[in-house]
């Protein structure tokens, strides 16, 4: 299942909300469809503000809070072998121990994750992916994509999103409406949890679509480099080589 980051253009600003400030090393985006860009943006946003905004404004108003816990739950224990997989690919083999406990304890005591017993007992959760991965396997960001209905990307990252796509647990395990209502719970659950950063960008950006670009880029080179990136090098070492 796509991670909802990935849903709307909105989701990639809630990283900024949460201080991740520290820019990449490409200091400009590399993004010559920006006109193509922009336009997606636009059809994204709109439908979002039509259908999904509405929705997921229902959804958190009638169901639940216990309720929409357990699905966001679920959703995170189903998706942790794409983590598990991951980590062990970029080196990780620790947290791929603790993360395959998790996914044992919550499926199990946890009734199919719907409780999250694991963290509880001192595993905390991780969350990786294939664009992470191959950035810390050195390969370059590439163009800036703003995805139909999938917000913003990169060249990196776009071919994990296939690849999330054509293993996702709930394609495997269900089949026509089934596969269509699982997939479309997951999205108004993970839209829900986006609803106070929709209106910080609703109300403070100038250009919003800046705004979700750069959010979403410094929030995948703080992935990367698990919350903690290099500080950029703001000293010009020409001047000191005289």
Not at 36 to 48: E, G, M, T, V
Not at 92 to 116: E, S, W, Y
Not at 151 to 180: C, H, M, N, W
């Amino acid at each position: 299942m796509l991670r909802i980051t990935k849903l709307t253009s909105i989701g990639a600003l809630i990283v900024v909300l949460a201080g991740c400030a520290v820019r990449p090393p490409e200091q400009e985006a590399n993004d010559p469809l920006e006109p193509l860009n922009r336009a997606i943006y636009r059809f994204n946003d709109a439908l979002d503000r039509a259908v999904l905004r509405p929705v997921a404004e229902g959804y958190q108003e009638y169901v639940p809070s216990p309720v929409r816990t357990g699905v966001r739950n679920f959703f995170f224990n189903i998706r942790e072998p794409f983590t598990i997989v991951n980590q062990v690919l970029q080196g990780k083999p620790d947290q791929a121990a603790g993360d395959t406990m998790r996914l044992i304890f919550n499926t199990t005591f946890g009734v199919f994750g719907l409780f999250d017993v694991a963290t509880g007992w001192g595993l905390e959760p991780h969350e990786e992916d294939f664009g992470q991965t191959f950035g810390v396997w050195g390969i370059g960001e590439g163009w800036f994509l703003m995805l139909p209905l999938l917000g913003p990307s990169t060249a990196r990252d776009a071919p994990g999103l296939v690849l999330e796509y054509k293993f996702a647990p709930i394609r495997q395990l269900t089949s026509g409406v089934e596969t269509y209502a699982a997939a479309g719970l997951f999205f108004i659950s993970e839209r829900a949890e986006l609803l106070s950063a929709t209106e910080v960008l609703d109300t403070a950006s100038v250009d919003p679509y800046l705004e979700v670009r750069e959010a979403y880029r410094q929030k995948r080179w703080s992935e990367i480099h698990d919350g903690n990136p290099p500080e950029p090098d703001f000293f010009d070492k020409e001047l000191f080589e005289e």
